[in-house]
C-alpha cells in the first residue's frame, strides 16, 4: 500500500470517526440544554403556582382578619353603644315628665335625636355583620346599605337587578358586598360623584355585578398602578372567588367596575 | 494552523482574562492563571523543539498540571464537601502516578504520557457529567448561555472526549503501522481552539457578582 493510499486511508477513518464524536458530543450538549430548559420553565411554574397560592392565603387571612374585625364592631354597636343610648333615651322620657315646657320640648328633641342614632347605628351594625348579610342575601344587603347611604344625602345611589336572582354562596355573596362597601368608599372618598349606578346581572351563566360612578375619575397611569383606592383590592377580591374585575376609567368621565363570576365553577377561596 | 499560533491564542484569552480578572469568580481566576501557564508551556515546547528536538518532559508536566487547574476550578465550581474532598484526593493521586508514569513506565525523555493523559482525560469528563448532573438538579432561572459555568464544563468534555478519541486514534493507527503524525496533530490543535472558543464565552460571561448557582440543600454557601 503507498503512503498516500495510507494517509487517505487514516483522513477517512479521522473524519468518520470526528463527526461521530462531534455529532455525539452536540446531540448530547443539544439534549442537555433542552432539559434544562424544561426544568427552568417548571421550577418556574411551580413558583408562579406557589406565588399565587401564597398570595391567596394572605388575602383570604386578610379578609377573615377583617370580617372577625368588622363583626367584632357590629357587636360591639349592637349589644353596647346602643344599649347605652337606650337607657339614654329612657332616661330622657323619664325627664319629660318632670320637666316644664321648655325643657320638655327640648328633651324631646335630644329624645328623637338618640333615637336616630340608635336606628342608624343598629343599621351600620347590620352592614358590618357576617351573619346578617349571610342571612338577608346579597341584594337585600346592598338595598339597606343603599337606604342607610342615601338618608346621608352626600350622594345617590341606585340599584337594579336583571335576571332570576339565585344564590352564589355565603362567602362568595360577602365578598361581592365588601366589593360594593370597598367601592362605594371610594367613591365617596375620592370621587366626588353625585350618583353612583349598582347592578346585578343573574344569567344562568355569569353573574356580573357592575359599579358606575359620575365622578372625576382618574387616569390610565393610575389604573396601571392601581396605587390607593382599592383597586388592587378590589381584582384580589374578585380573584379570591373566582372572578374577574375589569375596571375602566378616565379623567372626568367617571368610574365603571364590573365584576363577573361563573356561578357554577365553587370557588370558596 | 501551528504552535505559534497556539500560543498567541492563549495569549489573547490570557489578556481578556486579566482585563475582567476582578470581575471573575475564583473558579475562573483559576481557569486565567491555567491559561496563562498553558501560554508560557507552548512557548518553552516551541523553543525546546526548535534547540533540542525533544519537548516529551513538557508534555508531562503540562498533562499533570492540566488536570491540577481543571480539578481546581472544579473544585471552586462545586460545594458539596464530599465532592470536593474526592477532586483534592484525585489531584494527589494523579500527581503521584504522574511522577510514578514519568520515572518508571513512560519514560520523561523518551515517551509521551499517553497513559495519564487517558486518565486525567477520563476524570476531567466524569467531572462534566457530575457538574451537568448538578445544573439539572438544582437549575437556576439564569438564562443557559449566560451561565459561565455552562460553557466552560462544555468546553471540557469536548476537549477532553475529544483527547481521549485522539489517543485511542493514535494508539490503534500506531499499532496498525498507519500514524499519519499530521492528521493527529491537526486534529488536536483544532480541538484546543475549540476549546479556547467555549473558554473565551466563559470568561467573557462570567461574573463574581452572579449569585451562587446549583448550591444543594446542605452545601456550604
Known amino acids: 500500500m503507498s503512503r498516500l493510499e495510507i494517509q487517505n486511508e487514516n483522513i477517512g477513518q479521522l473524519v468518520a470517526l470526528t463527526g461521530v464524536l462531534f455529532a455525539l458530543l452536540t446531540g448530547f450538549i443539544a439534549y442537555f440544554v433542552i432539559l434544562y430548559r424544561n426544568k427552568q420553565l417548571k421550577n418556574l411554574r411551580e413558583r408562579e403556582q406557589l406565588e399565587a397560592s401564597f398570595r391567596q392565603e394572605v388575602l383570604k387571612t386578610q379578609i377573615e382578619v377583617q370580617d372577625q374585625t368588622l363583626n367584632y364592631i357590629s357587636t360591639e354597636i349592637h349589644d353596647n353603644i346602643t ?19 321648655e325643657k320638655k320640648a327640648k328633651v324631646t328633641e335630644v329624645r328623637e335625636l338618640v333615637a336616630q342614632a340608635i336606628t342608624d347605628l343598629r343599621d351600620l351594625s347590620k352592614s358590618l355583620s357576617f351573619e346578617h ?29 336583571d335576571g332570576n336572582s339565585y344564590s352564589l354562596g355565603e362567602q362568595r355573596e360577602l365578598v361581592l358586598f365588601r366589593i360594593f362597601q370597598e367601592t362605594l368608599n371610594n367613591t365617596l372618598k375620592h370621587a366626588g360623584a353625585k350618583h353612583l349606578k349598582i347592578m346585578l346581572q343573574y344569567d344562568p351563566d355569569f353573574f356580573l355585578l357592575t359599579l358606575e360612578d359620575d365622578g372625576s375619575g382618574f387616569s390610565a397611569e393610575t389604573l396601571e398602578n392601581k396605587s390607593g383606592s382599592g383597586l388592587r383590592n378590589i381584582e384580589n377580591r374578585a380573584a379570591l372567588i373566582g372572578g374577574i374585575a375589569k375596571i375602566s376609567s378616565s379623567p372626568g368621565k367617571g368610574c365603571n367596575i364590573q365584576v363577573v363570576l361563573n356561578p357554577l365553577k365553587q370557588q370558596l377561596y | 494552523m501551528s504552535l505559534q499560533t497556539l500560543t498567541a491564542a492563549t495569549f489573547v484569552l490570557v489578556v481578556i482574562g486579566m482585563a475582567r480578572y476582578k470581575r471573575l469568580t475564583i473558579a475562573f481566576k483559576i481557569l486565567n492563571l491555567y491559561l496563562l501557564f498553558e501560554g508560557f508551556m507552548y512557548f518553552f515546547d516551541k523553543w525546546n523543539i526548535t534547540n533540542y528536538k525533544n519537548n516529551i518532559i513538557y508534555q508531562h508536566i503540562d498533562t499533570a498540571c492540566t488536570y491540577i487547574f481543571i480539578a481546581l476550578i472544579y473544585y471552586f465550581i462545586f460545594k458539596n464537601k464530599y465532592i470536593k474532598a474526592s477532586i483534592l484526593v484525585s489531584i494527589v493521586l494523579v500527581s503521584i502516578c504522574s511522577i510514578v508514569n514519568a520515572l518508571f513506565i513512560q519514560k520523561y525523555s523518551s515517551l509521551f504520557p499517553t497513559n495519564i493523559m487517558m486518565l486525567t482525560e477520563v476524570l476531567c469528563v466524569i467531572l462534566a457529567i457530575m457538574l451537568f448532573k448538578k445544573m439539572l438538579l438544582f437549575s437556576s432561572e439564569v438564562n443557559i448561555i449566560k451561565q459561565s459555568i455552562f460553557w466552560f464544563n462544555t468546553g471540557v468534555i469536548i476537549y477532553n472526549s475529544s483527547l481521549f478519541l485522539a489517543s485511542v486514534l493514535a494508539n490503534y493507527l500506531a499499532g496498525h503501522m498507519k500514524m499519519n503524525y499530521f492528521i493527529m496533530v491537526y486534529f488536536w490543535y483544532g480541538t484546543i481552539f475549540l476549546f479556547y472558543i467555549f473558554l473565551l464565552i466563559a470568561i467573557l460571561t462570567d461574573r463574581k457578582e452572579s449569585p451562587d448557582i446549583y448550591v444543594a440543600p446542605g452545601d456550604p454557601k
Open chain 1, 133 to 161: 348579610i349571610v342571612s338577608q342575601g346579597l341584594i337585600r344587603t346592598i338595598e339597606k346599605e343603599i337606604e342607610r347611604v342615601n338618608k346621608s344625602r352626600l350622594i345617590e345611589v341606585s340599584v337594579s337587578q
Open chain 1, 83 to 101: 344599649q347605652v343610648l337606650s337607657f339614654v333615651k329612657l332616661s330622657l322620657a323619664s325627664m319629660v315628665s318632670s320637666a316644664d315646657a
